[in-house]
């Protein structure tokens, strides 16, 4: 079925932008991708290889225009594309939305023509250079609507999360605020309160960090200047989350100085049951694997030979780990798989003569 979207300008040529752009070139979009910054214009019109740079001026009127700026200049960008397309449909990929929607429906006429959106997606870089087609694959997108949004507004948002690969879900801006706080904006100043706590300390104690202390802190690399407009607009919603967490921290202070083993188990534990939570992919209910352990020679080709073995057994692996040192003639690899096949891929990695470990 031919899409309804077919020519689509991006207003905007960061990591998302870019990433929308490769996307929907990949689905046969006609698109036109501009950016304030010269070089980001650039590297992004080369990216999807835009020829036709004038595209813009073209008699057809564009199905859709997305902004993909900074939530600073988004509301005054809309309003601005949809008076200079009055025939076009127009989404923003702010991360938050209450403040956006309420401006735009100011503008009653424009408002029917534009829906908020939200891919629950990204990478701690930014930029053009780090843009993915497969950003948003398995990904929610974030759907809200104005008071008045038209019928087609609303069916070009929906198209454009399925065209990118994502979940459609429907908001309410203060919903969509509220949520975003505790799932995205909370693990930011976390991890960037980690990376901060680690400025002091020397640099032998770094040497000996693990792949847990990199994980954790992995968000802390995010752009500032995005984050900082992005926590400063969410403040109202996020606020209270961070003071809680404080208080709680707290209270492990109290039982790590009262030895209360009880306490902390609790906390631990918690924790897990509270990381469980997180659905699967695409939104799936969460789904329990098993970490299958193979010692692997540090040759070419082992990795390659793994996968081919697992596909020739008809299971997917869900996730990897790999842990191999310097010099060292050994590797292992961890494969995550689901629970109810691992039996039957230990039997089957064996016979082809990998040194499978039980699993965990």
Not at 97 to 103: A, D, F, I, T
Not at 137 to 143: F, K, P, Q, T
Not at 241 to 261: F, G, M, R
Request: with cysteine; net charge negative.
């Amino acid at each position: 079925m031919k899409n309804s979207i077919q020519r689509v300008k991006i207003v905007g040529a960061g990591l998302i932008g870019t990433s929308i752009a490769l996307r929907l070139k990949e689905k046969g979009v006609q698109v036109h991708i501009s950016d304030l910054d010269p070089t980001n214009e650039s590297i992004a019109r080369d990216l999807i290889q835009e020829t036709n740079h004038g595209t813009e001026e073209s008699k057809d009127p564009f199905d859709l225009v997305i902004i993909a700026t900074p939530i600073s200049s988004i509301a005054e960008l809309i309003v601005e594309e949809a008076r200079r397309y009055p025939e076009s449909r127009v989404v923003d990929i702010s991360g938050l939305m209450s403040k956006v929607v309420n401006e735009v429906e100011s503008f009653p006429a424009i408002s029917a023509r534009f829906v908020s959106c939200h891919p629950m997606s990204g990478r701690e870089v930014s930029g053009p250079e780090k843009a993915r087609a497969d950003l948003f694959e398995g990904r929610a997108w974030i759907i809200t609507k104005t008071f008045n949004s038209d019928e087609l507004s609303i069916c070009l948002a929906k198209e454009l999360g399925e065209l990118l690969g994502s979940t459609n879900y429907e908001m309410t801006a203060t919903e969509h605020d509220n949520a975003i706080a505790s799932i995205s904006h909370l693990p930011q100043v976390l991890s960037s309160l980690l990376g901060s706590s680690l400025l002091e300390l020397p640099e032998d104690y770094l040497n000996l960090a693990g792949q847990g202390l990199r994980d954790v802190s992995r968000l802390a690399d995010s752009n500032p200047n995005v984050w900082t407009q992005l926590l400063l607009d969410n403040a109202d919603q996020l606020a209270p989350k961070i003071h809680s967490l404080s208080v709680e921290l707290n209270q492990i202070v109290t039982a790590l100085k009262a030895s209360d083993s009880e306490m902390i188990s609790k906390f631990i534990s918690d924790g897990s049951k509270g990381r469980s939570r997180i659905p699967g992919k695409h939104g799936a209910k969460s789904r329990p694997y098993s970490y299958l352990p193979i010692v692997i020679d540090d040759k070419p080709g082992q990795l390659a030979k793994i996968f081919s073995d697992c596909a020739e057994a008809n299971i997917n692996i869900e996730d990897l780990l790999i842990e191999h040192s310097p010099g060292q003639e050994t590797g292992l690899i961890t494969l995550a798989i689901m629970q109810d096949q691992a039996s039957d891929l230990i039997n089957h990695l064996r016979s082809c003569g990998w040194n499978v470990h039980d699993q965990r």
